[in-house]
């Protein structure tokens, strides 16, 4: 019983450490690892694998992705044709393995191969798996390295295991624009406008005569001022005359 506690402690330590993780593109997410170490990388090109998710912790040897089997859509995973095809694809990438298993994990029937490659210091073993969801096959890798099993690793196991196809979101309906109304336009329920009282100006002539200026008027004052003006010069000159003849007189 006491040998049970070390092992759930670390159990809870690893579950603690693990982040979500959402693909937007083909609608998947996963509690990926947290722990020190782990870092997203970028995966080596595979003619048919449209890599999705890998990890890398450099330290520990270990590897973890997920990937999409792009030549399938809404295949099942049970077909023999789509089997064969998957396990010629793990071949053609250099890894060996002995027959397969159907296990079930995160609510989907996954297709398990147990897999090696390489040799010596250099070899890693692993499980990858294949399951349909969400119109994809999508596939899942766990290596390790350093002589260490993938399959016996908690944090990879756990990592796997919450796999999940995210739900598929209802577009939001575009906004209807509302049709303005014209000002000129008046609706039924809509009151009658009300004038826009005019305002007079300092110059507005009274209620009922005409606005229009008084011509005549303007032309008679006019004409009056310049009699006036020339009257005036008229009696300048005969001022002028009288002061200029009587010094002549007197002398």
């Known amino acids: 019983m006491r040998a049970l ?6 159990c809870l330590a690893v579950s603690a450490r693990a982040a979500e993780w959402k693909n937007e593109i083909f609608h998947c997410a996963a509690n990926i690892p947290e722990s020190p170490g782990w870092q997203v990388i970028d995966a080596p ?35 023999i044709t789509l089997q064969k095809e998957l396990e010629a694809m793990l071949r053609q990438f250099g890894y060996e393995f002995v027959g397969h298993a159907t296990v079930k994990a995160g609510g989907f029937d996954w297709l398990q191969y147990p897999v090696r490659a390489g040799a010596g210091t250099q070899q890693v073993r692993g499980v990858i798996r294949y399951a349909s969801a969400g119109g994809y096959v999508f596939g899942i890798t766990m290596l390790r390295g350093g002589g260490q099993e993938a399959a016996q690793d908690v944090e990879l196991q756990q ?3 919450s796999f999940r196809i995210l739900p598929a979101t209802t577009p939001t309906p575009p906004a209807v624009p509302v049709a303005s109304v014209s000002p000129t336009s008046p609706t039924h329920d809509s009151a009658p406008a009300k004038a826009t009282p005019r305002t007079q100006s300092a110059n507005a002539s009274p209620a009922g005569k005409s606005n229009q200026p008084a011509a005549p008027a303007e032309e008679n004052s006019n004409a009056k001022l310049i009699w006036a003006c020339v009257a005036g010069v008229i009696v300048l000159l005969t001022f002028a005359s009288i002061i200029t003849r009587n010094p002549a007189q007197k002398g």
């Open 45 to 79: 090109p595979a003619t048919g694998i449209a890599p999705v998710l890998t990890m890398q912790n450099a330290a520990k040897q270990a590897v973890f992705g997920i990937s999409v089997v792009e030549k399938y859509r809404d295949a099942k995973i049970s077909d």
């Open 5 to 10: 506690v070390p092992i759930l402690s670390f």
């Open 159 to 161: 990592a796997a295991a």
